[in-house]
């Protein structure tokens, strides 16, 4: 029988390398496709030797072609830390722009069904909670954020008229934080960090007063919906995450027990428009995926902590190991 063939972009991160196993899982001929800038092909090392396993480095911010049949994008590809998309800004908005439009284009050519990644940053710092697919928002365009926030923004709207003038069969996942192993210990967001921090014995730096809320999924929690969504005929944005909502303090408790840790907990200034509050409303997911998060945070944790545990100790200390000079400078 032939496989179906689905490209996956930012395959070599986090959720894509994720999503790589996932669709090999189920038989599916993968595409995978990363400029590997955020990315690592550590992550999908292991798939190589499979034949229906196929890897690209391109930039999808440039035109995308793919040879043959396609069935399913999954558009993955971008800087999705802050500190990342601080320091790539314009990479940032354009591959949410340009890469969007690009694999849209490839999607209406080849006729294919396109998923795209987009995020609970598109309600900003939310006056509405917890956030219901319905919230427009509340977002600084001209903030430091505002980069990644209004690229997934332009992302969903460009979709949105793909399906509408081009009856191209979309879905747009809007994912909120999410956590597991293959996180970059460096990526500066708040798990790897303190993980990081308790693994070298430093303090864990809680920027601001520590009130601020997210809620956390585990990765595989995430990857399942994102896997149903898929596959279902809703095209409207679905929020996909764990309601279970914490303060960033709380967490930092939980970290400092979880990883037996000595250390204090140190205060840093928020930075500009870290958004307060933030916590998804899945009642949509739950009516048309039939699907809710089913890992507490304790047994995520816990898988995560024994991941960074096991990465070879010269990784604790390394400051950087992706070369945004190269990129910059091309
Ligand atoms: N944060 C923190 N210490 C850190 C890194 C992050 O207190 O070392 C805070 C950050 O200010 C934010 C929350 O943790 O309020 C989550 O940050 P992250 O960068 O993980 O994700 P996002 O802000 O995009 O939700």
Same mark, same amino acid.
């Given at each position: 029988?032939?496989?179906?063939?689905?490209?996956?972009? +930012?395959?070599?991160?986090? =959720?894509? &390398?994720?999503?790589?196993?996932?669709?090999?899982?189920?038989?599916?001929?993968?595409?995978?496709?990363?400029?590997?800038?955020?990315?690592?092909?550590?992550?999908?090392?292991?798939?190589?030797? =499979?034949?229906?396993?196929?890897?690209?480095?391109?930039?999808?911010?440039?035109? %995308?072609?793919?040879?043959?049949? $396609?069935?399913?994008? $999954?558009?993955?590809? &971008?800087?999705?830390?802050?500190?990342?998309?601080?320091?790539?800004?314009?990479?940032?908005?354009?591959?949410?722009?340009?890469?969007?439009?690009? !694999?849209?284009?490839?999607?209406?050519?080849?006729?294919?069904?396109?998923?795209?990644?987009?995020? &609970?940053?598109?309600?900003?710092?939310?006056?509405?909670?917890?956030?219901?697919?319905? /919230?427009?928002?509340?977002?600084?365009?001209? +903030?430091?954020?505002?980069?990644?926030?209004?690229?997934?923004?332009?992302?969903?709207?460009?979709?949105?008229? /793909?399906?509408?003038?081009?009856?191209?069969? #979309?879905?747009?996942?809007?994912?909120?934080?999410?956590?597991?192993?293959?996180?970059?210990?460096?990526?500066?967001? %708040?798990?790897?960090?303190?993980?990081?921090?308790?693994?070298?014995?430093?303090?864990? #730096?809680?920027? +601001?007063?520590?009130?601020?809320?997210?809620?956390?999924?585990? %990765?595989?929690? $995430?990857?399942?919906?994102?896997?149903?969504? $898929?596959?279902?005929?809703?095209?409207?944005?679905?929020?996909?995450?764990?309601?279970?909502?914490?303060?960033?303090?709380?967490?930092?408790?939980?970290?400092?027990?979880?990883?037996?840790?000595?250390?204090?907990?140190?205060?840093?200034? !928020?930075?500009?428009?870290?958004?307060?509050?933030?916590?998804?409303?899945?009642?949509?997911?739950?009516?048309? !995926?039939?699907?809710?998060?089913?890992?507490?945070?304790?047994?995520?944790?816990?898988?995560? /902590?024994?991941?960074?545990?096991?990465?070879?100790?010269?990784?604790?200390?390394?400051?950087?190991?992706?070369?945004?000079?190269?990129?910059?400078?091309?």
């Amino acid at each position: 029988m032939i496989k179906k063939r689905i490209l996956i972009t +930012g395959a070599a991160g986090f =959720l894509g &390398s994720h999503l790589c196993d996932r669709f090999i899982k189920e038989d599916f001929e993968v595409l995978a496709m990363d400029n590997l800038i955020t990315g690592d092909l550590k992550n999908i090392e292991h798939l190589f030797r =499979l034949p229906q396993f196929s890897f690209y480095e391109h930039d999808v911010s440039n035109f %995308v072609h793919v040879s043959g049949k $396609l069935d399913y994008i $999954l558009h993955f590809a &971008s800087p999705a830390s802050p500190i990342d998309y601080l320091k790539i800004p314009i990479q940032t908005l354009k591959v949410g722009s340009l890469g969007t439009h690009h !694999l849209l284009g490839l999607a209406k050519d080849k006729n294919a069904r396109i998923l795209v990644a987009s995020t &609970s940053e598109i309600y900003g710092d939310p006056h509405v909670h917890p956030q219901k697919e319905d /919230y427009w928002g509340n977002v600084n365009p001209v +903030g430091p954020r505002g980069v990644y926030d209004e690229a997934k923004r332009f992302q969903e709207a460009i979709t949105m008229a /793909y399906h509408t003038y081009h009856q191209v069969e #979309t879905r747009i996942v809007r994912i909120f934080n999410t956590y597991g192993p293959r996180m970059r210990l460096n990526d500066g967001r %708040v798990l790897p960090a303190f993980i990081g921090q308790a693994l070298r014995g430093e303090d864990l #730096t809680i920027f +601001g007063d520590g009130l601020q809320t997210r809620s956390f999924c585990f %990765v595989d929690d $995430l990857i399942e919906g994102i896997y149903r969504l $898929l596959l279902s005929d809703y095209t409207g944005p679905v929020n996909i995450g764990n309601p279970d909502e914490i303060t960033i303090k709380d967490f930092a408790e939980e970290i400092t027990k979880l990883t037996n840790s000595k250390q204090k907990v140190v205060y840093k200034p !928020l930075p500009t428009d870290d958004p307060t509050q933030r916590q998804p409303d899945i009642s949509l997911a739950k009516k048309i !995926l039939g699907w809710e998060p089913k890992i507490s945070r304790a047994e995520g944790l816990k898988i995560t /902590y024994e991941y960074f545990k096991s990465l070879p100790k010269e990784n604790l200390y390394k400051k950087e190991h992706n070369d945004f000079e190269r990129y910059i400078k091309k």
